[in-house]
Nanobody
Framework: QVQLVESGGGLVQPGGSLRLSCAAS????????MGWYRQAPGNQRELVAA???????NYADSVKGRFTISTDNAKNTVYLQMNSLKLEDTAVYYC??????????WGQGTQVTVSS
């Protein structure tokens, strides 16, 4: 069983920064994809950024150049550094882990609110 524990959400002004963290407990994964999704009220959940165990990353067009996803494999942790935040970045952010053995695993979500 895997648990994903997110932290780092909060309230920030437009143009500000936040860093989200997601720590995965349980098995050590050799091959995986970890990512961040977000869901705003009335919208579908959407991919924000993802990273594979081999290193390649993928970003939504709306966050390219502003957000950076990274991992600390020793800590089984994935980070999302969010800079130049905009009002439209307001959403609940969910951590996701995918492995062929486990399928999709989700965190509980953390609220990010960008407001002046």
């Amino acid at each position: 069983q895997v648990q994903l524990v997110e932290s780092g959400g909060g309230l920030v002004q437009p143009g500000g920064s936040l860093r989200l963290s997601c720590a995965a407990s349980g098995s050590i994964f050799r091959s995986y994809t970890m990512g961040w999704y977000r869901q705003a009220p009335g919208n579908q959940r959407e991919l924000v950024a993802a990273i594979t165990s081999g290193g390649p990353t993928n970003y939504a067009d709306s966050v390219k150049g502003r957000f950076t996803i990274s991992t600390d494999n020793a800590k089984n942790t994935v980070y999302l550094q969010m800079n130049s935040l905009k009002l439209e970045d307001t959403a609940v952010y969910y951590c996701n882990l995918y492995t062929t053995r486990l399928g999709d695993c989700w965190g509980q979500g953390t609220q990010v609110t960008v407001s002046s």
